[in-house]
């Protein structure tokens, strides 16, 4: 069972280039999420989405938006990087509401 | 909103030593709590949860009390190992009140087992 994976995992940018990072679970997961890491801040939710074709702002959505046309996956993109945007970020799934969220490994994004 | 506090780490412990790692949240609804744990480079991993209040979430040795009463959700281990040094998060999950079901964490505590 592959669970939630993410690609890439590591990804280097210049300033002001684009890039999507791509989530895909296969537990036919309602909720499903993107986070980043920050030292010192835990993780900070950009947006999720409660099923299919929806999506919502997370506490730090500014930089970032977001896709689901498909119920698996779940795409995080960003138009024009910034080097604030330097981060380990991770995306996750849940059935529903009150249950646990499965995680993927990371993408590990550096914006030069 | 939903907020989580957890202690401010870094712990380091010796090995067989007792392991408290304190949890509060804030929450409109009726949340679930969790603790989850993330390895050097992994991902997280769920460690326990718990539904209602007076339920005891317990996996791999530790354990944690939901207290809704002092709205505290502490992690415990009697005996910790090498193997137990990552970083533990303290999440909840709430679902009532007008939330929006999302997951909120805490800023996470590492903690580092000597032998």
């Known amino acids: 069972n592959a669970g939630v994976t993410q690609t890439p995992k590591f990804r280097v940018l210049k300033t002001g280039q684009s890039m999507t990072l791509l989530c895909a679970q296969d537990m036919n997961h309602e909720y499903m999420y993107w986070y980043r890491q920050d030292p010192g801040m835990g993780l900070r939710l950009i947006h999720y989405s409660v099923g299919e074709g929806t999506t919502a702002k997370g506490e730090v959505p500014d930089g970032y938006n977001v896709s689901r046309l498909k119920k698996q996956n779940f795409l995080l993109g960003l138009e024009s990087a910034a080097p604030s945007q330097t981060s380990v970020y991770f995306c996750?799934?849940?059935?529903?509401?009150?249950?646990?969220?499965?995680f993927g490994q990371g993408t590990r994004l550096t914006v030069v | 909103g939903d907020s989580v506090t957890q202690m401010e780490g870094p712990v380091t412990l010796s090995e067989e030593a007792f392991l408290t790692i304190n949890c509060t949240y804030t929450a409109t609804g009726y949340p679930s709590l969790f603790w989850y744990v993330q390895y050097p480079g992994e991902g997280l991993q769920l460690l326990l949860k718990?539904?209602?209040?007076?339920d005891k979430g317990s996996n791999k040795g530790f354990e944690a009390t939901y207290r809704k009463e002092t709205t505290s959700f502490h992690l415990e281990k009697g005996s910790v190992q090498v193997s137990d040094s990552a970083v533990y998060f303290c999440a909840l999950s709430d679902h009532g009140g007008g939330s929006n079901y999302k997951l909120t964490f805490g800023k996470g505590t590492l903690l580092t087992v000597n032998p």
């Open positions: 718990a539904t209602k209040a007076d």
């Open positions: 996750a799934s849940s059935r529903n509401e009150g249950t646990e969220a499965f």
